[in-house]
Every structure is written in C-alpha cells, then in structure tokens.
C-alpha cells in the first residue's frame, strides 16, 4: 500500500529495455509503482525486482490504445494512490517496406496509434486528477528522430515529432495548475527496439545510463532534455542550417528496421 510520503509513479513501456531501466533507477524505498505493458509475465518479473530494491508497486497488462481500458485502470488508481509523476514512454517502431518501399499501412498506423494517440490516452487519463489537486508532473519520451526526422523511419519520426508538440502545449496550459511537462529526447539507446535498427548508432549508450540521465531530468523538472548532448546539439545547429543544407548531414543515418517480432509482417497482430 501506497502510505502519505510515498511517491507513486505510472510508469508505461515498463517491459522494454528503457522502461526497466527507468524502474530500476527511480526504485527505492517511498516509491509505490504502476507498471503498465502488454507481457504480463514480464511486468511481473519486473515488479519482484524492484520490491527487492525497496520499493512496491502493482502491474496492468493493458494495451495504451484501449483508451476506455486504460482510462478506467488509471481512475481507479489514482482514487487508491494519487499519481505525482507519470511517464509515457511506450512505444514501438517500424521502417520501410522491402527495397525502400513506403511503410506498411499497419505499420504506419501502429506507430501514430502507440507513439502518438495512446501518449495522448496516458495523459489524458491522469491529468484531470493533477489539475484539480494542483500537483504533479507529465514525462512524454519522444527521440531525437522528432528533432529531426530520419528518412528510412516516416511515421515514427512524425509521431515523435508530434509529441513535442503535444508536450510543448500541454507545459503552457499546466504551468498555472502547479503540473510539470519533461519532454525528453534520447538518442541511441540499447535495448530490444534499438537491437532491431540496423545502421549507424552513434554514442549508442546502455539504458541503465541513459535512465540515469533521465532521472536527473525528471528530477530537476526539466521542461526539455535531450542527449546524448553532442548529437542532441548537433541536431539543434543543423535545424538552423537552410533545410537543402542540413539535409546533407542526414547522408550517414540509412537505416532498416527489422520487423518487431509482436506483429505479423503487413499486419497489427
Ligand atoms: N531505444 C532507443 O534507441 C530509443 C531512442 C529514442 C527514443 N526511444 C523511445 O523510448 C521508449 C522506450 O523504448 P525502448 O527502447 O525501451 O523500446 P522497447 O524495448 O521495444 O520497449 C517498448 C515498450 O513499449 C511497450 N508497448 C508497445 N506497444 C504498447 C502498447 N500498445 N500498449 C502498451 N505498451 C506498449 C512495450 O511493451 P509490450 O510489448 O509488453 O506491450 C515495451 O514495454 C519508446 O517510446 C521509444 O520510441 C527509444
């Protein structure tokens, strides 16, 4: 049971490589968690450990598309344990059809549906519950591929994208209800998505050291925190350059995506 001076977390993607990462990291003694993912049998492997490491928790096996399903996991919970952060860091990816072919319609859909709308269902499932007790902090992990899209990864570069925006307006409109937005931009980071992208990865980091890093965010309140710092800057200088030119530097970042292994080739099964 989560008591009066524990801090409770909804935590989404808490299967995945930097999901367990960041559960690791932030598990400790005063932290109640509510891991959310589809793979129950991970989730609960998941929670044994950080029991270990202190801390308490609960799992749902529930898909972050399922607006109606998760909307009413997330009201219950926050009527048995007020939510003070939560981060939205599930998601998935996909690249380009066989021979540098347009994305799959399934595959497309997939990525805005997990990447975007169900960020979106996440928020809007905790949010009213911040507002009215004026406290309260929202974490969307969008990528550096939403600072500057990759060409090989269409729709995963714009669902990204577009949480920075989504991210960037909802830090506005909470500012004056006492909630804080963290929009976080990693880069590469090793975990089962990143095993699947084949291509250049530079200053690829492990995901115990990128949790690390996004802790520090997270705790400072950051309003935006992308790195590693040296690709994160870079990126920002090439978005200064005229597009034409700062396209040239896309040339080194030709990547295939090989197929997650959740879903059937073409379909969203
Ligand atoms: N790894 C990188 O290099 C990198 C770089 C930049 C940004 N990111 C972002 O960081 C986040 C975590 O990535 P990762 O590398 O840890 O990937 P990962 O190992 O593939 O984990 C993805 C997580 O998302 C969950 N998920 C996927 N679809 C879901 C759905 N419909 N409902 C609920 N949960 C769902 C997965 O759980 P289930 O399959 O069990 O549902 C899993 O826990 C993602 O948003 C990713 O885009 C990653």
């Known amino acids: 049971m989560a008591g009066e001076t524990q801090k409770v977390i909804v935590l989404t993607g808490a299967s995945g490589g930097i999901g367990q990462a960041l559960a690791r990291e932030f598990a400790g003694p005063g932290i109640y968690f509510a891991l959310i993912a589809r793979d129950q049998a991970r989730l609960d492997a998941l929670l044994k450990e950080i029991r270990a490491l202190g801390a308490d928790g609960e799992i749902s096996a529930v898909d972050i598309r399922d607006r109606d399903a998760l909307h009413g996991y997330l009201s219950d919970l926050d009527k048995r ?16 059809g066989p021979d540098r072919t347009r994305e799959s319609d399934a595959d497309s859909d997939r990525q805005i549906d997990v990447n975007y709308r169900g960020v979106v269902n996440t928020i809007s499932g905790v949010v009213d519950g911040m507002q009215k007790r004026r406290k ?5 992990i969008s990528s550096l591929a939403g600072m500057r899209a990759l060409p ?4 995963y570069s714009g669902s990204k994208a577009a949480l920075i925006g989504y ?7 909470l500012k004056p209800f006492g909630v804080s937005v963290t929009i976080i931009c990693p880069g590469f980071v090793t975990s089962p998505m990143s095993a699947r992208h084949k291509g250049a990865k530079p200053f690829e980091m492990p995901a115990s050291k990128a949790a690390m890093l996004m802790r520090r965010a997270i705790e400072r309140r950051k309003p935006f925190y992308a790195f590693p710092f040296l690709l994160a ?4 200088l090439q978005n200064l350059l005229p597009t034409r030119i700062g396209d040239l530097f896309m040339g080194g970042f030709e990547v295939t995506i090989d197929q ?10």
């Open 152 to 155: 090989d990864m269409p729709s």
């Open 136 to 140: 309260g902090q929202l974490v969307l």
């Open 81 to 96: 344990h007020p939510l003070d952060l939560v981060i939205a860091n599930a998601g998935v990816t996909a690249g380009l």
């Open 167 to 173: 991210g960037h307006s909802l830090r506005g409109w």
């Open 233 to 236: 800057w870079g990126i920002r």
């Open 260 to 269: 997650d292994p959740r879903y059937r080739e073409g379909t969203d099964k």
